[in-house]
């Protein structure tokens, strides 16, 4: 199928472009940009009034599958993917069982190809079952396709652990996805410690959590120096370590969720559970950190942490909820919201979906990721196509995923995905 697209506002942040082009599409590549001669299409796009943007990358997309079916399916989450313009998806290992054997990861991958739809990359499990005290066998893991190993959102492992962790993952040359959490300081936590959380008395989970694991990731990685990547900063202080380590050299890349962007602890209201997230949401001050830690550069991605739950799992007191929401529709639009707010430059705020956390996913997983997340002649024509004047109400109705649990439900959010192709097939419009 050859695929031209016309009168499209190109936006690649990759370049720089910010232009009326066309793109010309053949054998699943971007084969011209602004017409080559010759160039026949089985079919026409008329992009007029619409932004033609790169596919968007999102660093963790939980899919239900296998074990929790009941809930969403890798069929159902991806459609909601591909909805969001989401053509590249990170899955964490907290899958049950979770992602500690070759042939669980290889099944994974066999069914996203049999779906057609967004490009599936899984991190493995850094330890058996996620329990924290053995390894598991990464380089099997690694050909099996997954691109990284994390403990999900379990916290911190054992220092022990982790040191040897690191000495195999250098070994084998892996990344090492973490989420920076003292399991022991968070505890039973349920929002973020301070006046808010005392006030409604919920339990606290303090910066500490985040710092001093920072702090003993970074000390415990001056040898051997593994790649680390850094999931869901969420605090000021925080993100001052991380921009410090970066200044001294350290192999480090961090994202932030994009419900973080936008919400901080007195959103929460009156107990609403739709807010129980992990990390908890910060204060305002945690939250003007996220920003500026985006626009220097200490912060290199945005990604949805979309994870899709059902009634049994939020329509309980706040403390009980599962943490957790729907988001990977909702990403384009809500770093669109964020981008018009804080006044930046679209381009800059679309490198965060799409280009950063590609290359994020290039160091991470090798060969095992196409050239993607940028829109140039020979790259994989995986894109999308979006009206930025048309704005839509976050509900039941409108959200394809399984879930509709979202701080945002009803929220009226800008720009709509209408089409989105991958590998220079339409998979949604």
């Excluded at 793109?23 to 001669?37: L, Q, R, S, Y």
């Excluded at 069914?111 to 850094?126: E, I, K, S």
Aim: charged share 20%; with cysteine; hydrophobic share 40%.
């Amino acid at each position: 199928m050859k695929l031209r697209i016309i009168n499209g506002r190109l936006l690649n942040p990759s370049t720089q472009q910010d232009e009326l082009a066309t793109i010309d599409i053949a054998e699943g590549k971007i084969v011209g940009i602004n017409t080559i001669d010759g160039f026949v299409p089985d079919q026409t796009i008329d992009a007029s009034h619409k932004v033609v943007i790169p596919g968007l990358v999102d660093l963790s997309v939980r899919l239900k599958e296998p074990g929790n079916e009941h809930r969403a399916t890798l069929a159902s989450e991806m459609k909601a993917a591909i909805a969001g313009g989401v053509t590249s998806l990170v899955l964490p290992p907290d899958t049950d069982p979770s992602l500690d054997e070759p042939g669980l990861v290889q099944m994974l991958k066999n069914r996203a190809r049999q779906l057609n739809q967004a490009h599936l990359y899984p991190l493995g499990a850094l330890t058996v079952g996620l329990k924290g005290d053995i390894l598991t066998e990464m380089a099997a893991l690694t050909e099996a396709g997954c691109i990284g190993f994390s403990q999900a959102n379990k916290g911190l492992l054992n220092l022990t652990v982790l040191s040897r962790a690191m000495q195999y993952a250098r070994t084998f040359d892996c990344t090492l996805w973490i989420q920076p959490s003292d399991a022991d300081l968070a505890g039973a936590g349920v929002a973020a410690s301070g006046a808010f959380a005392s006030r409604l008395g919920l339990s606290g989970i303090p910066v500490q959590a985040e710092t001093i694991a920072l702090h003993a990731l970074f000390e415990l990685n001056r040898n051997p120096r593994v790649r680390l990547h850094l999931c869901r900063l969420s605090s000021a202080e925080g993100i001052d370590l991380v921009r410090h380590a970066k200044a001294q050299g350290m192999p480090v890349t961090c994202d932030v969720s994009v419900n973080h962007l936008h919400l901080i602890d007195s959103d929460i209201g009156f107990f609403d559970s739709n807010y129980r997230l992990y990390p908890p949401l910060r204060s305002q001050r945690d939250r003007d950190a996220i920003t500026q830690g985006l626009l220097d550069g200490t912060i290199d991605a945005i990604c949805s942490d979309h994870n899709p739950l059902d009634d049994e799992e939020k329509l309980l007191p706040f403390g009980e909820a599962v943490p957790g929401a729907t988001g990977v529709e909702l990403l384009f639009s809500l770093v669109y919201k964020w981008a018009i707010e804080n006044r930046i430059p679209l381009l800059e705020a679309l490198a965060k979906i799409t280009l950063n956390p590609y290359r994020i996913l290039s160091l991470s997983g090798k060969n095992q990721v196409p050239v993607s997340g940028q829109l140039t002649v020979g790259a994989p024509a995986d894109l999308a196509i979006v009206d930025l004047d048309e704005s839509w109400q976050v509900n039941d109705k409108n959200l394809v995923s399984q879930s509709a649990y979202t701080p945002f439900k009803n929220y009226e959010v800008p720009a709509k995905v209408k089409m989105t192709i991958v590998g220079g097939q339409v998979v949604w419009q």
